[in-house]
């Protein structure tokens, strides 16, 4: 049975998750069946309290997070034990839910701007990505600085393309920016800042100079 993400919601104070099964959302219904008290944290969760949380997340329909309320490791992330070891919980529903991944190399990522609860395991809530979507996702997310958001940024984002045009050494460039010429170069081949794209040659520019 599906729970609508405007149904019903689990009855402990202070808790507004989707409820799953005795007036109690997955969260608490783990403390409750490890420790007989809701309020508890569980240790650690035996195969069919697992199993039945995994089953009860592949089928769900609705658009709210659902947190793997068992073992995290310490990003937040669930772990499920299976037959060849532990792994991601949020992987495993989303290979049971929507297939195994194109590529073997893919991440199972949560939905940019929709989700960035590294505990949810819904899967309408997940994606196979490759490493720069993953990467970029953090970006959108704002889990990830770059460029001149991060604190020992020295150059500006108005400065890589003066940069990559500028006819000067790496040397002289070093000197002008107060960073060193390993940084020069790796901006030059796009190995840093290699997200913001070129802006391109101004036309007017072109024709004063014809």
């Not at 809701?38 to 009860?56: N, W």
């Not at 609705?62 to 792994?87: K, L, M, N, Q, V």
């Not at 001149?148 to 000197?175: C, F, M, T």
């Amino acid at each position: 049975e599906h729970r609508a993400e405007n149904g019903p919601r689990c009855t402990v104070e202070g808790c507004d998750r989707v409820l799953w099964s005795g007036g109690l959302c997955t969260l608490q219904l783990g403390r409750l069946e490890r420790y007989g008290d809701e309020t508890q944290e569980p240790a650690t969760a035996t195969p069919h309290q697992i199993a039945q949380f995994m089953a009860f997340a592949v089928a769900y329909e609705g658009t709210d997070c659902i947190e793997y309320p068992f073992a995290r490791d310490p990003s937040g992330y669930g772990r499920c034990s299976e037959e060849f070891g532990t792994r991601l919980a949020h992987r495993i529903v989303l290979i049971r839910a929507k297939g195994q991944p194109p590529d073997p190399g893919m991440f199972a990522c949560h939905v940019p701007g929709l989700c960035h609860n590294p505990s949810c395991v819904n899967p309408n809530h997940l994606y196979w990505g490759t490493v720069q979507e993953n990467n970029d996702d953090m970006y959108v997310d704002g889990t990830k600085v770059r460029g001149e958001e991060h604190p020992a940024a020295i150059l500006r984002q108005a400065d890589i393309p003066v940069i990559r045009k500028s006819g000067k050494s790496n040397y002289e460039l070093s000197l002008e920016y107060g960073v060193s010429e390993g940084c020069i170069s790796s901006v030059r081949n796009y190995k840093t800042w290699a997200w913001l794209p070129d802006e391109p040659d101004d036309p007017d520019a072109d024709e004063a100079a014809a």
